[in-house]
């Protein structure tokens, strides 16, 4: 609830605004019936018309003030609220973009997804439940009644009844309703994640036949989730016709109660059963956005969760030094005994790692799966941060680095070339927002990808689909390595980003990578000798530990896993032969 209240604090003038027109619109609900029951005893039953158009007119007066209330309570707490959710979702989206992987991983991309959507989407409905109903709910109730203990005070007793009676329902509806709402939203989560799950890897579900086995996971999901919803569903259907039946029985009792009532009265009567009804519309308003509340209290906790996260990076050095946007990075880097484990892993990805890049290097880092590659070169640019040892950049640590300064000299292609809706010539100017046509063309025949772009009738301003869906593995590679190239960073990351082309475009790009980053760190990761065997140096990785550093003769000479990954994929005798290459040179 304190989320909910810190955001409203926020629009206090337009909420109270709301507030006020509300509150006059329910006050010209009560007044009809008492107006009604003057019609009737002091018009009809003494037949005086010129009653019956005084206080009709008055009926019509206050009808309209009514609406004209209703409708600016709408047009305030519909902007109000829209607000509101606004600028949640943005505070979720900056939060989120300010942690590392790491608290991504633990939040878990699904659910955070759902908290961004529906979980906002519920703490709007009610904050503007409260400036159209909830406050509008209690107002009606209270003045109803007080209004029927005005009109036949022996009514008094029945009403205090009612009231704790509801009350009580009320109570236990919130108690039963909270947790199972709750539930419900994670049982969304799940929902989500295998939506997810199953529209990121469609192609593979299709290549092995597997609708069958992912449509059984979607309805275990659905089926949770709606077994959820019905719980929660099962909790109102209990209580509220529970309440509903308590104010009938009060009006069944009332009626009764005035059997024996003056006949000069009578209007008095309609009055009084027409406010027992107002009662019960504000007791089943009361119910409903209590129901409301416990979704958006369960809501909003799990938003605060997101936004009350606190980065798993390590901020060090002084403030002024972090803030500063012209901090000079040159490209020498080094891993000192740094080890790394991923959140619940058996073991750790990468363990008693040391190896130094001079500045200009390439570094071929090459290795089986699973052998620490890719967890290496994330821990450069600080998507993690290692938890022991040092990675230095220029002798200092990165966790000293202002970060701006630091990804804003480091460019990264990762394994999965990840592209955006957009034409191709935007796409690549995520690596320079600023860069000409004549730049961009030159990074793209560095990356060899103008053969296939000059192909399209739109050239640089064809429109790709989601993820590049409407692009090859290959060509999505060349254009995230263009666009890394475009960056003209210190430091270059090459993530296996040219597992997908054919060895002679491979030997291509990487003869242009290397006349373009002269005076540029590359750290190039392949699973291919082919790919690392020219690099200046080559760290072999084997479960997450370094088995050999060197130059390609060094490591066929005395790494034995890189010579089992030269024999595998080069050949026995050629590994052989160079082996004793270099014995005897």
């Not at 939203?185 to 529209?199: G, I, V």
């Not at 394994?415 to 320079?432: C, M, P, S, V, Y």
């Not at 990074?443 to 990808?449: I, N, S, T, W, Y």
């Not at 050999?548 to 010579?563: I, N």
Request: some cysteine; glycine content about 8%.
């Amino acid at each position: 609830m304190k989320l909910m209240l810190r955001y409203i604090k926020r629009h206090t003038g337009m909420f109270f605004t709301a507030i006020l027109f509300l509150t006059v619109e329910t006050f010209a609900d009560l007044l009809q019936p008492t107006f009604m029951s003057f019609i009737v005893d002091r018009g009809v039953k003494d037949q005086a018309p010129a009653a019956i158009y005084k206080y009709g007119l008055i009926m019509i007066g206050i009808a309209l003030t009514g609406a004209f209330c209703a409708v600016m309570r709408n047009i305030y707490a519909s902007r109000t609220s829209q607000q509101i959710s606004r600028e949640i979702r943005y505070d979720l989206y900056a939060k989120v973009q300010s942690l590392s992987f790491e608290n991504i991983d633990r939040l878990n991309p699904p659910a955070i997804i759902t908290r961004i959507t529906n979980d906002v989407t519920q703490i709007q409905n009610f904050v503007n439940g409260i400036m159209r109903i909830m406050m509008k709910a209690p107002i009606t109730c209270v003045g109803a009644v007080i209004l029927i203990i005005l009109q036949t005070p022996a009514l008094f007793p029945l009403m205090l009844v009612i009231l704790c009676v509801a009350g009580i329902l009320i109570g236990c509806n919130m108690k039963f309703g909270y947790p199972r709402f709750g539930r419900m939203q994670r049982k969304l989560d799940k929902l989500n994640a295998t939506s997810r799950e199953f529209l990121s890897a469609v192609r593979v579900v299709k290549a092995f036949r597997a609708e069958e086995q992912e449509q059984q996971k979607f309805e275990t999901a659905s089926g949770e989730f709606a077994e959820a919803g019905i719980a929660s569903m099962r909790v109102l259907a209990v209580f509220a016709p529970l309440i509903n039946l308590t104010v009938n029985l009060g009006i069944v009792i009332m009626l009764f109660v005035s059997s024996h009532q003056p006949p000069d009265e009578i209007g008095k009567l309609m009055a009084s059963v027409n406010y027992m009804t107002q009662v019960l519309f504000a007791l089943g308003m009361v119910s409903n956005i209590l129901n409301s509340a416990v979704r958006a209290v369960a809501s909003s906790e799990r938003v605060e969760e997101i936004l009350q996260e606190e980065p798993a990076q390590r901020v060090e050095g002084s403030p002024e030094t972090n803030r500063k946007k012209d901090y000079e990075i040159h490209g020498d880097i080094v891993f000192d005994n740094v080890s790394f484990a991923y959140a619940n892993a058996s073991r750790p990805a990468i363990e008693r790692l040391s190896f130094h890049a001079g500045e200009g290097a390439t570094v071929g880092i090459i290795g089986t799966t699973g052998s620490g590659k890719s967890t290496l070169v994330n821990l450069v640019p600080r998507f993690y941060d290692a938890p022991e040892g040092r990675v230095l950049i220029d002798g200092r640590d990165v966790t000293r680095i202002p970060v701006k300064a630091l990804r804003d000299s480091i460019a990264v292609v990762p394994q999965k070339a990840l592209l955006f809706t957009g034409t191709i010539a935007e796409n690549l100017r995520w690596g320079d927002e600023n860069a000409s046509e004549k730049e961009i063309k030159e990074a793209a025949a560095l990356a060899c990808a103008d053969s296939f772009i000059d192909t399209f009738a739109e050239g640089y301003d064809t429109v790709l689909g989601q993820g590049g869906v409407n692009l090859s593995g290959g060509q999505k590679q060349r254009l995230s390595i263009a666009r890394a190239m475009l960056r003209k960073p210190k430091i270059l990351i090459l993530d296996d980003s040219t597992s997908a082309l054919d060895a002679a475009t491979e030997a291509k790009v990487l003869q242009g990578i290397r006349q373009a980053a002269q005076h540029m760190t590359v750290l190039l990761v392949s699973q291919r000798i082919s790919t690392v065997m020219n690099a200046d140096v080559i760290l072999c990785m084997e479960d997450g530990v370094a088995r050999g550093f060197g130059t390609h003769e060094e490591l066929l000479g005395d790494c034995e896993p890189y010579r089992a990954i030269y024999a595998s994929q080069i050949g026995e005798e050629s590994s052989d032969r160079m082996k004793g290459g270099v014995e005897h040179g």
